[in-house]
T-cell receptor, first 116, second 111 residues
Framework: GAGVSQSPSNKVTEKGKDVELRCDPI?????LYWYRQSLGQGLEFLIY????????KSGLPSDRFSAERTGGSVSTLTIQRTQQEDSAVYLC??????????????FGSGTRLTVV | KQEVTQIPAALSVPEGENLVLNCSFT??????LQWFRQDPGKGLTSLLL?????REQTSGRLNASLDKSSGRSTLYIAASQPGDSATYLC??????????FGKGTRLHILP
């Protein structure tokens, strides 16, 4: 696609439910990143994919968070048993090649998650 | 551990003025530095990308400089307009492939 597409754009869920957030990167971009932006906070790194593998999962805040990427394209971030502190905007970015040395990164518009 | 700091956290200037936003980083071993713009409720829009071997990049009224040895970058906005009002984020790509962001500068251009 022309840009990085994220869905849904907004998600309201009850505490304890599982949610799945989707990121569709720019076609041909091998590197994919997930970030979280909480209210009034900076961007927090979650996970980085190169192709289908995740060389860096160090940012995932707990074992309730997991992510996968299939076919070197679409990625899904799953949050199990959501908590109110998970409420944030989840942003996805992709890059033509790791680690974006020449081309920089393109971000999606994000998914705003609200846990009630 | 790489840390990125942006000063000031917020800035209000009258329309038409030139302004400078500052970004500093603690580890000079970076691949590149990128400036982004974020409008309320929206994603990030890339403004300028400076490779570690470069000193500056220009796009229209925007000019970004990079002094890697001192760990500093500036974003210069000429002849500011109300449409420039947004949060400006600085991000460095470290040698461990992570993108580390500053917390941003909230810019408000007064009509």
């Amino acid at each position: 696609g022309a840009g990085v597409s994220q869905s849904p754009s907004n998600k309201v869920t009850e505490k304890g439910k599982d949610v799945e957030l989707r990121c569709d990167p720019i076609s041909g971009h091998t590197a994919l990143y997930w970030y979280r932006q909480s209210l009034g906070q900076g961007l927090e790194f979650l996970i980085y994919f190169q192709g289908n593998s995740a060389p860096d999962k160090s940012g995932l805040p707990s074992d309730r968070f997991s992510a996968e990427r299939t076919g070197g394209s679409v990625s899904t971030l799953t949050i199990q048993r959501t908590q109110q502190e998970d409420s944030a905007v989840y942003l996805c970015a992709s890059s033509l090649q790791p680690p974006g040395q020449r081309y920089g990164y393109t971000f999606g518009s994000g998914t705003r998650l609200t846990v009630v | 551990k790489q840390e990125v700091t942006q000063i000031p956290a917020a800035l209000s200037v009258p329309e038409g003025e030139n302004l400078v936003l500052n970004c500093s980083f603690t580890d000079s071993a970076i691949y590149n530095l990128q400036w982004f713009r974020q409008d309320p409720g929206k994603g990030l829009t890339s403004l300028l990308l400076i490779q570690s071997s470069q000193r500056e990049q220009t796009s229209g009224r925007l000019n970004a400089s990079l002094d890697k040895s001192s760990g500093r970058s500036t974003l210069y906005i000429a002849a500011s307009q109300p449409g420039d009002s947004a949060t400006y984020l600085c991000a460095v790509t470290s040698r461990d492939d992570k993108i580390i962001f500053g917390k941003g500068t909230r810019l408000h251009i007064l009509p």
